[in-house]
C-alpha cells in the first residue's frame, strides 16, 4: 500500500477485470536427425522456410555414412531435408532443428574438412561443422592500410606520432632512404607495441619486446617513413550446391589483439568458443551467433606466440601464390630481404565425412558438463514452444536385424520426450517398406497419449535425381498439423486433409486393410477416386479409450499450456479469497473464449466447462503447505470418426 504522508491529492491506477490468459502457439515443430551440415550442440534458431534450413543444414544430396556394422558405405537419401520440404510445403511455419552427428572414428575423427598452412606447425584450417557438405575453397589475403606515421608538431621540430594504431598490430615499416623522394625500401615487418604505463610506442622485429631490440617511435622520420598496418582478408567459398560464400575483412594477425576488452584477432574471429565477457576465467560458452554464420575454424595449431609469427607462416607456405600490391608498394615489396614476395593464400579444405550413421545414444543427446551445451532431443528442452516433435528417416531399415533395435529405441525415446515435456506430441514413422503385419507388430509394441504412428511412406518426385523415392510420413504430418491448426483450430481432428506433394504411397491401402489398422490406432495415409491422396486417420497409439484422438491429446495440450502460462502472475500472491476469486475468472474468461470458438460441447457454458477454487478444492494443510489448487472440467470434442445415416423405406401416406 503506498504512503501518504503530506496532504494533497494522489492519483493511482487500478484494475476492474480479470487478467487474460492468451492461447500458446500449437505448430511449432522440432525434427531431430542427421543434415549434411550445421551445427550439432548449439541451441537451435526457429528455421521459418526451406531456404533458410539450406543455410544452415545444408542442401538436398544424399548423406553417405559409413556402416556402422561393417567397412561398408551407407547412402541414404537426405530424410530430413525431404521432412522439412514436406513440413513447409504442407502448411508449416515454424520448425526447430536438432541435428545429430556420430564421428566415424577414422582420421578426421570429427569429420571436419580441414587444411593446414605451413605445415602442422603452423595455422590449422577447418570446417566449423563435420559433413562432406564443409568442403571449399579458402583464400587469405593480407592488405596494408594507410600510413598511420604523422608529425604531431610540423611547425617546430619533429614529433613522430601514430593515429588509428592499436596495440599488437603488425606493421610494415617503409622506408624512402635519400633522396626523400625515392622510392620506398622495406625496412621489414614490426609488432606495435604500447606500454601501458606511459603511452609510449616501440615497434620489435621479432614480435615481443622483453626478448629483443625494439625500435622507438621516436627514431622514426615521418618525412621518410612509412608505417602500414597489415591485415588479413579470409574468403570461405563452399563447394556445395546453393551454398553462400563468405568473406572477412580487415582481421589482426596477432592471437593477443584486443579492441578495447574483446579479444578481435583472425584466431578469434574464426574461434569455436569464446569466453563469456563477464568474468576472466568464466566458463567457455558457443559463440551461437557467429557459429551459425561462419563457416571455418582457424586453429593456432603451430603455438604461434605473436602476429610475425602468424604472419611468417602464412607468407612461407609454399602454396602461396603472388598478388598485385598497391601501386605505391610494389617496388618494396618485391625486395624485402629474406622473404617471399607480398603474398595471397588460397587452399582447399577437404575430407569431410558424414560419419556413421546416428544410433540412439546421438538422438538421445547429452549435456557436456563443461560447457552445458546439449546435443540430440536434449537441445529441445530448453525450448518451450515446441508442440511437435519428429525424427524423420530414424525409422529407415526397421525391420533390418541389425538397426532395427536402434530405430525401435529412437521411437521410444520420442514418445518418452514428448511425454517428459507434458505439452508435446511425437509423430512416429512406421519402417520403410512394412507391411501390414509388420506395422501391427511394430504398433503393438507402444502406448502412449503423447504420440501417434503414421503408416506407409509417402512418394514423392526427388528434385535431386528427377526420380520417385519414398520418404517417411512424419514431415508431412506435421506440416498437416499446422495447416489444420491455422485454417481451423487445434481441435478438429488433423485427417481428410489433403497430402500436397504426395504422388502416392509405399502401399495403398483399401478401406478393408484400414478396418484392421485403425482400431489399434494405426492412421493410414489412402487415395480417393476424385478426392486425391489424403490423411486418413487421427489416433493416438494409447489404449486409454479417454485419449483416443489426436486433437483431443494436442487440444487439452494447448490449454494446460495456455493456463500453465496465463497464471504464472499467481504465484506467491496471499493465498486466500479474493486470489481464488480471481484465479476462477482468469480461468473461466479463457474458457468461454474457447467454448464461444466451437472448441466445448455443450449448449451454454454451464454445460461445456466448470472452474472450482474454493475451500472444496483445497484443505487446511493445502493452504499451510501453500498450495493453490483449482480443479477444472473440459467436455471436449470428439472427431466425428463414423459418420452414419440410416436410411429406410417410407410410404407417402405415413405420418412423422
Known amino acids: 500500500m503506498p504512503e501518504y504522508l503530506a496532504p494533497g ?11 487474460t490468459i492468451e492461447g500458446v502457439s500449437t505448430t511449432t515443430t522440432g525434427f531431430v536427425g542427421p543434415t549434411r551440415y550445421g551445427p550439432t550442440d548449439i541451441e537451435p534458431e ?17 548423406l553417405q555414412f559409413v556402416n556402422n556394422f561393417d567397412t561398408s558405405v551407407l547412402e541414404m537419401d537426405n530424410y530430413m531435408w525431404h521432412a522439412a520440404r514436406a513440413f513447409f510445403e504442407e502448411g508449416g511455419k515454424r520448425l526447430y532443428v536438432s541435428r545429430v552427428y556420430s564421428g566415424a572414428g577414422s582420421p578426421p575423427a570429427d569429420g571436419c574438412s580441414r587444411a593446414a598452412v605451413g605445415g602442422g606447425s603452423g595455422v590449422g584450417v577447418r570446417a566449423r561443422f563435420p559433413g562432406r557438405a564443409g568442403d571449399a575453397r579458402v583464400t587469405f589475403t ?58 609510449v610506442w616501440s615497434f620489435s622485429a621479432s614480435g615481443e619486446a622483453d626478448d629483443s ?61 569464446v569466453r563469456d565477457p563477464g568474468t576472466p576465467g568464466a566458463k567457455v560458452i558457443s559463440n551461437r551467433t557467429r557459429a551459425r554464420t561462419v563457416p571455418i575454424v582457424l586453429e593456432n595449431t603451430g603455438n604461434l ?62 549435456v557436456d558438463p563443461v560447457s552445458d551445451l546439449k546435443t540430440g532431443l536434449r537441445q529441445f528442452e530448453d525450448l518451450e514452444d515446441i508442440s511437435i516433435v519428429a525424427g524423420p528417416g530414424s525409422t529407415f531399415l526397421y525391420e533390418d536385424e541389425t538397426y532395427g533395435p536402434q530405430a525401435q529405441t529412437i521411437v521410444r525415446q520420442l514418445i518418452n520426450h514428448a511425454a517428459q515435456m507434458r505439452y508435446r506430441i511425437a ?45 517417411p510420413p512424419s514431415g508431412f504430418v506435421a506440416g498437416i498439423y499446422a495447416r489444420n491448426d491455422i485454417n481451423r483450430a487445434v481441435y478438429k481432428a488433423p485427417a481428410n486433409e489433403v497430402v500436397n506433394l504426395a504422388l502416392g504411397f509405399e502401399r495403398f491401402l483399401n478401406k478393408s486393410q484400414q478396418e484392421v489398422l485403425n482400431p489399434e490406432g494405426i492412421n493410414c495415409f489412402r487415395f480417393f477416386e476424385g478426392r486425391g491422396m489424403r490423411l486418413w486417420g487421427a489416433r493416438t497409439i494409447s489404449s486409454d479409450p479417454e485419449w483416443k484422438y489426436v486433437n483431443l491429446r494436442r487440444y487439452f495440450a494447448y490449454v494446460e499450456r495456455s493456463i500453465d502460462k496465463g497464471t504464472q502472475w499467481a504465484v506467491f500472491e496471499p493465498n486466500g479469497e479474493p486470489l481464488w476469486a480471481k484465479v476462477s475468472s482468469t480461468i ?12 466445448l460441447l455443450g449448449a451454454k457454458p454451464e454445460q461445456a466447462f466448470f472452474v472450482k477454487c474454493d475451500r472444496s478444492t483445497m484443505t487446511q494443510n493445502d493452504l499451510d503447505n501453500g498450495r493453490l489448487i483449482c480443479l477444472v472440467g473440459l467436455a471436449a470434442l470428439r472427431p466425428a470418426e463414423f459418420v452414419i445415416f440410416r436410411i429406410g423405406q417410407w410410404t407417402a401416406d405415413r405420418k412423422v
Open 588 to 599: 473461466k474468461d479463457f474458457l468461454f473464449n474457447e467454448f464461444q470458438g466451437g472448441a
Open 427 to 471: 509423430v512416429i514413422d512406421s519402417g520403410d517398406n512394412q507391411s501390414i503385419g509388420q506395422v501391427r507388430a511394430m504398433r503393438a509394441q507402444l502406448d502412449s497419449t503423447y504420440g501417434a504412428l503414421y503408416y506407409p511412406w509417402i512418394r514423392v518426385l526427388d528434385p535431386l535425381s528427377q526420380r520417385e523415392i519414398f520418404v
Open 142 to 199: 593480407f592488405n596494408l592500410g594507410q600510413n598511420v606515421l604523422v608529425d604531431e608538431d610540423p611547425t617546430l621540430a619533429v614529433v613522430p606520432g601514430v593515429r588509428s594504431l592499436r596495440h599488437r598490430d603488425v606493421v610494415l615499416v617503409l622506408d624512402r632512404g635519400s633522396p626523400a623522394t625515392g622510392p620506398l625500401v622495406s625496412r621489414g615487418f614490426f609488432l606495435a607495441l604500447r606500454d601501458a604505463q606511459t603511452g
Open 46 to 62: 526457429i528455421v521459418t522456410s526451406l531456404v533458410e534450413f539450406e543455410r544452415t543444414y545444408g542442401g538436398k544430396e544424399k
Open 213 to 273: 631490440p625494439t625500435t622507438p617511435l621516436s627514431a622514426m622520420d615521418p618525412h621518410s617513413t612509412e608505417i602500414r598496418v597489415v591485415t588479413l582478408a579470409v574468403s570461405v567459398d563452399p563447394f556445395a550446391a546453393g551454398a553462400v560464400s563468405y568473406t572477412e575483412r580487415d582481421l589482426p594477425l596477432d592471437p593477443s589483439h584486443h579492441r578495447g576488452d574483446t579479444p578481435d584477432s583472425a584466431f578469434d574471429a574464426f574461434a569455436t568458443h
Open 9 to 19: 491529492v494522489f492519483i493511482e491506477e487500478t484494475s476492474f477485470r480479470a487478467k
Open 305 to 366: 606466440m605473436n602476429g610475425i609469427d602468424v604472419l611468417e607462416a602464412f607468407l612461407n607456405d609454399a602454396a602461396a601464390a603472388p598478388v598485385s600490391p598497391a601501386p605505391g608498394v610494389r617496388a618494396a615489396l618485391e625486395d624485402l630481404s629474406d622473404r617471399p614476395a607480398w603474398r595471397s593464400l588460397s587452399l582447399i579444405i577437404s575430407g569431410g565425412s558424414d560419419g556413421l550413421r546416428p544410433q540412439a545414444a546421438a538422438y538421445q543427446g547429452e
